[in-house]
């Protein structure tokens, strides 16, 4: 095999590796050092993000089925930035998980999610597309509910709830997609070309919002994001939101036409984005839980680049998904090195907590508002053009301000849960991926900004551009001061908001997941779980090629 046939098979060594860990788990003394081994399983698909970019598309026929995996740009990205997180965050796993029960069941979950999580950014096909989704979303439910106690199964219910509810919108536009006259092949963009002049577009966008929504959580579709995150290990919960949800947004910059000027479902996903930008904030500021303040900081982020996406489709802008592919990619490495961060400040003890915590903590969170140097600044400058200088923004320059504010008030809460003797055990396991998170998050999107055509370093440091992302820090930083004055006059609101305040809300998510949960004992061993979530994932790919 040759140099160029080897690089080109990448993507599908990237999705071997993981699937071949689960099937050695069918070994008792391998399932054992699994764990252990967390952190090779995506070091693949890293190489395949760097190497592989730009290649043809890579074909596999299975007669009569044609399955594609391609990998642009944008893929590369999210690919190369998510397998980043998941290579950080499995080395941490492994010492976290460390003489825990039900490591080796947490392994089969954790693997089985990476391999839709990393799939998801190569499918070029509607099959493979909702194959991958399917694995990143049911395996999941492993990762939240690991601890088994009250408060992880209610959120892995509810969690359940939701997922089962987005599979199912995204299945009916799927089948809506391929019954579309689109020239007798399932790749992506010819379905997506094919609906941009079909009769049932505003269902099936209507049904692909909804759906991917859910996943990105977008307001008012958010409520299992908050529950999740704070009941999963800590690992788990860096992985959800820095790496799973951004497979909505990739659902997103996938199938909507954002080619094609559709003002009206533009400024829509504008409206919906921006509200969720600032009622994450809203809400985020009145948690103690740094765990909790992260996942209402990902409902913001994730209402920012909604609106992001929404502006460039209402002017038909399709560079759009190049600036938002990058703002992702940066939030993908801080949000998951900040999750990792509030692990390692119970392992450091308080003699190091600000030196080896507080401080990178600080640098990298105040990045997602955008401060100057840092790959925030340069996330919120390419933001800027998309969102133009008129009223959207304006408003998100201050939702800049409100993530400032947010995020200092997560380095409070961060400080007040600091365990002040810390621990010496398993502790390099722990330091370690979570300083290379942090360097990651300064240093890749500095590497990515030039190279994929967002603008030139120089320009990006010149004064103007600097007090472009200046300003939303000084505000914000005097919000933070108002806060710590006025704080404790704000309202408490319970982590979930509508689903802890909306008890037949919460109940109609999590009874979609009680007979699920009922199962819990015979679900969750290792064998039957694994096997059953591959044998879901497979049955609803193949009920989306029944339709060819």
């Not at 307001?219 to 529950?227: A, E, M, S, T, Y």
């Not at 290990?233 to 951004?246: E, I, N, R, T």
């Not at 809203?282 to 740094?290: H, M």
Request: contains cysteine; glycine residues 12%.
């Amino acid at each position: 095999m040759n140099s160029v046939s080897f690089i080109s098979s990448l993507p599908v060594v990237a999705l071997a590796v993981p699937v071949a860990m689960v099937v050695a788990c069918l070994f008792g003394p391998v399932r054992r050092r699994i764990p252990d081994w967390l952190g090779w399983a995506p070091v693949p698909a890293l190489a395949a993000a760097i190497l592989t970019a730009g290649y043809p598309p890579l074909v596999l026929e299975w007669a009569p089925y044609r399955l594609m995996i391609e990998l642009d740009a944008p893929g590369a990205m999210l690919l190369g930035t998510a397998a980043l997180l998941w290579i950080a965050a499995g080395v941490y796993a492994g010492g976290f998980l460390q003489g825990t029960p039900h490591r080796e069941k947490f392994a089969v979950a954790w693997l089985l999610t990476l391999t839709g999580s990393l799939g998801i950014f190569l499918a070029a096909d509607l099959s493979l597309f909702l194959l991958f989704y399917a694995l990143v979303s049911l395996p999941a439910y492993g990762l939240i509910v690991h601890d088994g106690t009250a408060t992880a199964r209610r959120a892995g219910a509810i969690y359940l709830g939701f997922a089962l509810l987005g599979e199912g919108l995204l299945l009916l536009a799927f089948v809506l997609l391929a019954a579309q006259p689109h020239g007798g092949t399932l790749r992506i963009v010819d379905v997506v070309t094919a609906m941009s002049v079909s009769p049932s577009r505003g269902v099936i966008l209507a049904l692909l919002i909804a759906g991917f929504g859910m996943k990105m959580a977008l307001l008012p579709l958010h409520v299992w994001l908050p529950l999740a995150h704070a009941a999963a290990p800590m690992p788990a919960s860096a992985v959800l939101s820095g790496a799973v949800v951004k497979v909505g947004l990739i659902g997103l910059i996938r199938f909507l036409p954002l080619g094609v000027a559709l003002p009206d479902w533009g400024h829509a996903l504008v409206g919906v984005g921006l509200t969720g930008a600032f009622f994450g904030v809203a809400v985020g500021i009145t948690q103690a839980n740094p765990k909790s303040v992260l996942a209402y900081s990902s409902v913001s982020q994730m209402g920012f680049l909604a609106s992001l996406i929404g502006m460039g489709w209402s002017a038909g802008d399709g560079s759009v998904v190049q600036v938002a592919a990058f703002y992702a990619a940066h939030h993908v490495l801080v949000k998951g090195a900040l999750f990792l961060a509030i692990g390692v400040a119970d392992v450091v003890g308080q003699n190091r907590f600000s030196s080896a915590v507080l401080w990178p903590a600080a640098l990298i969170a105040l990045g997602l508002a955008g401060l100057p140097l840092t790959g925030g600044a340069l996330a919120k400058l390419a933001a800027k053009g998309p969102l133009g200088y008129g009223m959207v923004g304006t408003l998100g320059a201050w939702s800049a301000a409100g993530t400032a504010l947010l995020m200092l008030h997560f380095l409070r809460c961060l400080a007040a849960k600091a365990n002040p003797e810390g621990k010496t055990a398993a502790s390099v396991r722990l330091v370690l991926p979570w300083w290379g998170m942090v360097v990651a998050a300064l240093t890749v999107p500095w590497a990515l900004f030039p190279r994929v055509g967002l603008g030139t370093i120089a320009e990006a440091i010149t004064p103007a551009a600097l007090g472009k992302v200046l300003w939303p820090l000084v505000v914000g930083g005097l919000l933070a001061l108002g806060l710590r004055r006025w704080g404790s006059r704000l309202p408490e609101i319970p982590n979930g908001d509508v689903a802890a305040l909306g008890g037949g809300i919460s109940r109609a998510a999590a009874g979609i997941g009680t007979e699920l949960e009922r199962a819990d004992q015979w679900v969750r061993r290792w064998p039957v779980a694994g096997i059953s979530l591959v044998v879901v994932a497979v049955a609803l790919s193949a009920a989306m090629l029944a339709t060819r």
